[in-house]
T-cell receptor, first 116, second 118 residues
Framework: AQSVSQHNHHVILSEAASLELGCNYS??????LFWYVQYPGQHLQLLLK??????LVKGIKGFEAEFIKSKFSFNLRKPSVQWSDTAEYFC??????????????FGKGTKLSVKP | DAGVTQSPTHLIKTRGQQVTLRCSPK?????VSWYQQALGQGPQFIFQ???????QRGNFPDRFSGHQFPNYSSELNVNALLLGDSALYLC?????????????????FGPGTRLTVL
């Protein structure tokens, strides 16, 4: 069965530190990749997505992610975090059935705490 | 433009009872997916509805059922509630691939319904 692994359960950083959250998936076929964020008390929001093309994807709020097909990875990065980035981050995959989308398979999430 | 809305916000039930959760999709969307998010876990796909039919289903028992109405809103029903059904239930809406296929077929999530089973 397809699965998504997020390596870090809880990451604590100081403001201005760089961030990298790991995400690996298990599926050999074509996939679409997503990072969602859930701020405290708010609903899931899409940060960025990868469907095809340039493997370096830029999203909202200065986040970016790199798809490395050979490593089945889609790590999320931000050069300098802010206190307002405190949230839970979820990596998700869905299987690309020739352009149509199946359901989203989520990782367990990584909680990010940024100290002011 | 209203986003995805869900009701109720919170719900407390006892074991064995039945519950119905409701979802209204984002304006213009015609596909609704339901997810269960247990504490400390990522959302897990329950099922997806399009054109009033269940189109895909995740690994959930038949106690979980749903419905989609002609106005695209949807209900999730859970029968014979178990303690393990306590979770945040999320609804997500999108365009069906037949209408708007490809990379912009993004799922928009609602705020969820927090179900507690005692």
């Amino acid at each position: 069965a397809q699965s998504v692994s997020q390596h870090n359960h809880h990451v604590i950083l100081s403001e201005a530190a760089s961030l990298e959250l790991g995400c690996n998936y298990s599926y050999g076929g074509t996939v679409n990749l997503f990072w969602y964020v859930q701020y405290p008390g708010q609903h899931l929001q899409l940060l960025l997505k990868y469907f095809s093309g340039d493997p370096l994807v830029k999203g909202i709020k200065g986040f970016e992610a790199e798809f490395i097909k050979s490593k089945f990875s889609f790590n999320l990065r931000k050069p300098s975090v802010q206190w307002s980035d405190t949230a839970e981050y979820f990596c998700a995959v869905n299987l690309n059935y020739g352009g149509s989308q199946g359901n989203l398979i989520f990782g367990k999430g990584t909680k990010l705490s940024v100290k002011p | 433009d209203a986003g995805v809305t869900q009701s109720p916000t919170h719900l407390i039930k006892t074991r064995g009872q039945q519950v119905t959760l409701r979802c209204s999709p984002k304006s213009g969307h015609d596909t609704v997916s339901w997810y269960q998010q247990a504490l400390g876990q990522g959302p897990q796909f329950i099922f997806q509805y399009y054109e009033e039919e269940e189109r895909q289903r995740g690994n959930f028992p038949d106690r979980f059922s749903g419905h989609q109405f002609p106005n695209y809103s949807s209900e999730l029903n859970v029968n014979a509630l178990l303690l393990g059904d306590s979770a945040l239930y999320l609804c997500a809406s999108s365009f069906a691939e037949g209408h708007f296929s490809g990379p912009d077929n993004e799922q928009f999530f609602g705020p969820g319904t927090r179900l507690t089973v005692l």
